[in-house]
């Protein structure tokens, strides 16, 4: 039962907290900094919630601190999307631009973003330094990694570039994506997220695993089998959108159609792996 709970719990908050953010941020721009005030609102209360849940090692308290962490992330890409923490750049590259100064500019969209990550990383692995319950700080740690690797494929470049997921006031992010039917980091990143689900499924699986640690690794198991299906997004013809067109306004799924699905120069975006930039050789939103 631990199971079955943790697979459909982890899968509903995952695909709902997802929808929200895209929700949110296909809005009218004034309407963000009220969005962001009621996610900042939220992201305390998680934190709160994180701090606490860190003392309990119990079955409440796995789902506790996997909610927590996922919250937290999904602050990020939120203030992200919305264009509140980004970088010191806000315009595409040159067309010229190659290399070394074409990865430097990328990095350049996103630099704030990655530092207030950083600092929340440490601040939660403060918080649960020593403490029984370490799935809220696992559950964060994981949503990093994955969105990290899911920026470097769709800067080194794949098939599907969704520009649904992609805010207008983020479109110069698209200079910085490429289109290509497979890149030598792709089969790693699924291999190596793969590899983690399977364990995680072994650990939680196993006879000596109580309910807090079954319930626990269940719920890491079923968020990372998520990271790795949606970077299959990214190659595979699948339409990402199906899973959110409820959240995402008809303006951009008009342009959706209009192009046939392909990503025009200016008008591209990643799937929703990539939530948040293409940036430096994920984003979340969640």
């Known amino acids: ?80 999307y919305m264009g509140i923490i980004t970088g010191p750049r806000r315009e595409s590259c040159p067309p010229e631009c190659r290399g070394w100064r074409h990865f430097l500019h990328a990095a350049e969209t996103s630099l704030y973003h990655e530092i207030a990550i950083v600092a929340t990383a440490l601040l939660l692995t403060a918080l649960a330094y020593d403490q029984p319950n370490q799935y809220g700080l696992w559950t964060f740690l994981a949503l990093w990694a994955m969105h990290v690797s899911a920026k470097l494929n769709v800067f080194l470049g794949v098939r599907n570039l969704n520009k649904e997921f992609i805010p207008n006031h983020l479109q110069y992010l698209t200079r910085f994506f490429r289109r290509r039917t497979m890149n030598l980091l792709f ?87 990539c939530k948040d930039y293409p940036a430096a050789p994920r984003p979340g939103p969640d």
Not at 16 to 22: D, E, K, Q
Not at 44 to 49: C, E, V
Not at 201 to 221: C, M, N, R, W
Not at 223 to 229: E, P, Q, S, T, W
């Open 1 to 80: 039962m631990h199971y079955i709970g943790a697979v459909l719990y982890a899968t509903f908050l995952w695909w709902f907290s997802t929808g929200v953010i895209f929700f949110l941020n296909a809005r009218a721009p004034h309407t963000f900094r009220w969005s962001m005030l009621a996610g900042t609102v939220v992201v305390l209360g998680a934190l709160y919630g994180f701090w606490e849940s860190a003392k309990q090692e119990t079955l409440f308290g796995a789902f506790a601190g996997f909610s927590c962490g996922l919250l937290i992330w999904g602050w990020h890409t939120m203030s992200y």
């Open 187 to 273: 089969p790693v990143s699924v291999t190596i997220g793969t590899s983690i689900t399977i364990m995680l499924i072994q650990t939680a699986a196993a006879s000596e695993s109580g309910p807090f640690v079954a319930a626990g690794h269940t719920l890491l198991a079923t968020l990372m089998a998520f990271a790795v299906i949606e970077h299959w997004f990214m190659i595979l013809p699948i339409p990402a959108d199906a899973l959110w067109r409820w959240s995402l306004s008809p303006a951009p799924l008009a342009r959706v159609k209009s192009t046939g699905g392909a990503a025009p120069e200016t008008g591209s975006a990643a799937a929703n792996a």
